[in-house]
């Protein structure tokens, strides 16, 4: 079964700061990883999505990076701001449908 | 375009009663799931359909009976609800490229 870990649980950074959110699963055998925004009571806004055949995907601030052969995958979000502040989960894709998720990282920044 | 759309979006129920959580897409998608979120544990798979007439289990299926009878509807029923089964339950589709497209979800209570 798919493992999928999300470090660290909980991230608190001021503003203006570079961060990294950390994903690592245990079956490299995937069929794509993506990123999710969820705000409190909210439901999932999906970030970047990288199929298994590629590296990296880039929207605006974020960059993830995915590295199957390790098993992991990194969320940069630049330039942080208060707007970022949210819970980012990792998904990772198998067959194009079932998806398992992280726990996720509760990002707080602070203005 | 109004993407994964859920009803209702809280609910009360007691020990013992029986619903129904609705779910329709409107992007055309084969694939659609159904995941609940509990603290701590992230989103977990409970049944999934991989077109209409074909359903499948997930990781947590126990009390949960599905039917995909279109291809925009994919309804979650409870049959005797418990207080275990109070969460946060997502509907979700799955397009071509296996971008998940998540619902606002349903808060269940049951008591």
């Known amino acids: 079964k798919q493992e999928v870990t999300q470090i660290p649980a909980a991230l608190s950074v001021p503003e203006g700061e570079n961060l990294v959110l950390n994903c690592s699963f245990t079956d490299s055998a995937i069929y794509n990883l993506q990123w999710f925004r969820q705000d409190p009571g909210k439901g999932l806004t999906s970030l970047l999505l990288?199929?298994?055949?590629?590296r990296e995907q880039t929207s605006g601030r974020l960059n993830a990076s995915l590295d199957k052969s390790s098993g992991r995958s990194t969320l940069y979000i630049a330039a942080s701001q208060p707007g970022d502040s949210a819970t980012y989960l990792c998904?990772?894709?198998?067959?194009?449908?079932?998806?398992?998720f992280g726990t996720g990282t509760s990002l707080t920044v602070i203005p | 375009n109004a993407g994964v759309t859920q009803t209702p979006k809280f609910q009360v129920l007691k020990t013992g009663q029986s619903m129904t959580l609705q779910c329709a897409q409107d992007?055309?998608?084969?694939?659609m799931s159904w995941y609940r979120q509990d603290p701590g544990m992230g989103l977990r798979l409970i049944h999934y359909?991989?077109?209409?007439?074909?359903?499948d289990q997930g990781e947590v299926p126990n009390g949960y009976n599905v039917s995909r009878s279109t291809t925009e509807d994919f309804p979650l029923r409870l049959l005797s609800a418990a207080p275990s089964q109070t969460s946060v339950y997502f509907c979700?589709?799955?397009?071509?490229?296996?971008?998940?497209?998540f619902g606002p979800g349903t808060r269940l209570l049951v008591l």
């Open positions: 998904a990772v894709g198998l067959t194009g449908n079932q998806f398992y």
């Open positions: 992007m055309n998608h084969e694939y």
């Open positions: 359909s991989v077109g209409a007439g074909i359903t």
């Open positions: 979700a589709s799955t397009g071509l490229a296996g971008d998940g497209y």
């Open positions: 990288i199929q298994s055949s590629q």
